[in-house]
Nanobody, 130 residues
């Protein structure tokens, strides 16, 4: 069973930056994390950023484009989310996600829908004050 552990969340003021990390353990071959989602009590879980498993194609939610950057370091089974210019609307629990697929094509594009992901971290809370 792949395990994902997020870290780096916390309390930040508007305009500040945070960097989230997600480290994978277990049978991670072909199951490295490739996306960040977030959720609040008022909203369904939504994708924040995703990166292709092969190459570095990325996709971002419109609300975070230009502010957040997803990156990966598969030598260390890790992915990151650099969050700049934080806004109160970024307040949420952030989840790291990894998928498993038999289709090689799935590894070449960023997957942005939650149902495609099989493994989830426990979440790290980000609170942005105004």
């Amino acid at each position: 069973q792949v395990q994902l552990v997020e870290s780096g969340g916390g309390l930040a003021q508007a305009g500040a930056s945070l960097r989230l990390s997600c480290i994978a353990s277990g049978p991670t071959a072909n199951n490295y994390p490739t996306a960040w989602f977030r959720q609040t009590p008022e909203k369904e879980r939504e994708v924040v950023a995703a990166v292709s498993w092969v190459g570095d194609s990325t996709r971002y939610a419109d609300s975070v484009k230009g502010r957040f950057t997803i990156s990966k370091d598969y030598d260390h089974n890790t992915q990151f989310l650099e969050m700049n210019s934080l806004m109160p609307d970024d307040t949420a629990v952030y989840y790291c996600a990894a998928f498993s697929s038999s289709k090689s094509a799935d590894y070449r594009v960023p997957l942005v829908v939650a149902y495609r992901y099989k493994y989830w971290g426990q979440g790290t809370r980000v609170t942005v004050s105004s």
